[in-house]
C-alpha cells in the first residue's frame, strides 16, 4: 500500500457518507455498468434516459434507493462521446473514480475536512458540468477530492481556500441538461497529484494509461468504506 492509501484506510473506521443522510447505506446497492454485464444490451445507457431506466430496474429488484460503483470498471457508457474516442489508441473508457446514483438535487456532503482547491463547470457535452475540487491534509498526507455532475448552483458562494467541514453540503447532484448528458448521480473521486489542473481532472483513462492513473486515483472506497 502507498502512504497515501494507508492514510485513507485510517481515516475512518465507519462508512463515510457523501450524500445526504435520509439515503442510510443499507438502502445501497452495487451498480455494474461495465462492458461485460449482458443485462445492458437491452438498454441505451448513452444516453440518460436509457442509463436511468436500467438504474431504475436495479434498485426496483435490490429494494434499494442509492447505486453506487465504478472504480476502474471498463464501461461503453463513453461510446458516443466524441472527446472520449479520438483515436482507436486512445479510447477512454475506463472509470477512475466511483458512483453515487441517486434522485436530481440529492445533497452532496464531503466526507473528510478540506478547503476549496478550485471549482468550474465543465460544460462540454460527456464532461463534468459543475465541478468542485477539495485539497485535504492528514497526517502530513495531501491529495484531492472531486465531486463532479453537479447543480449549477453548487458553485455559488465558493472561493479558493473556503474551508469544509466534515459532513458539510457541497453542493446537489445536477439534472441531465446541467451535468452534461447523464442521469442524476455524483462522481466522487481521489487524486494524488493533481497536475496543475484546475476545477478539472480525468475521470476516464484510456487502458494505455491504467498503470499511471491508477496509482494517482486510488479506490475512494478506501476512504468510504461504503461496501461492496
Not at 6 to 31: E, H, M, R, V
Not at 140 to 166: A, I, N
Not at 167 to 189: C, L, R, S, T, W
Amino acid at each position: 500500500m502507498t502512504d497515501l492509501e494507508k492514510t485513507l484506510c485510517n481515516i475512518s473506521k465507519k462508512p463515510l457518507l457523501i450524500i445526504d443522510a435520509g439515503f442510510p447505506i443499507n438502502t445501497y446497492t452495487l451498480l455494474d455498468l461495465s462492458v461485460t454485464n449482458k443485462d445492458l444490451e437491452f438498454y441505451n445507457i448513452t444516453t440518460p434516459f436509457g442509463c436511468q431506466e436500467y438504474i431504475s430496474t436495479v434498485l426496483k429488484a435490490k429494494n434499494a434507493k442509492v447505486a453506487f460503483g465504478g472504480y476502474l470498471e471498463q464501461r461503453s457508457l463513453y461510446s458516443n462521446t466524441a472527446s472520449f474516442n479520438i483515436t482507436k489508441a486512445s479510447i477512454r473508457n475506463i472509470h477512475l473514480g466511483i458512483d453515487i446514483w441517486a434522485p436530481i438535487g440529492t445533497t452532496v456532503l464531503t466526507p473528510i475536512p478540506g478547503v476549496v482547491h478550485s471549482f468550474k463547470n465543465n460544460s462540454t457535452s460527456g464532461d463534468y458540468g459543475p465541478t468542485i475540487i477539495l485539497q485535504h491534509n492528514i497526517d502530513g498526507v495531501t491529495f484531492y477530492t472531486l465531486y463532479g455532475h453537479l447543480s449549477l448552483s453548487s458553485l455559488e458562494s465558493l472561493y479558493v481556500g473556503k474551508h469544509v467541514q466534515q459532513g458539510e453540503k457541497i453542493g446537489e447532484m445536477g439534472a441531465p441538461d446541467i451535468n452534461v448528458n447523464y442521469a442524476p448521480h455524483v462522481h466522487f473521486q481521489i487524486i494524488k497529484d493533481i497536475q496543475g489542473k484546475i476545477g478539472d481532472y480525468p475521470g476516464v483513462c484510456s487502458q494505455k494509461d491504467i498503470s499511471f492513473y491508477s496509482k494517482n486515483c486510488p479506490d475512494p472506497n478506501l476512504l468510504l468504506s461504503i461496501g461492496l
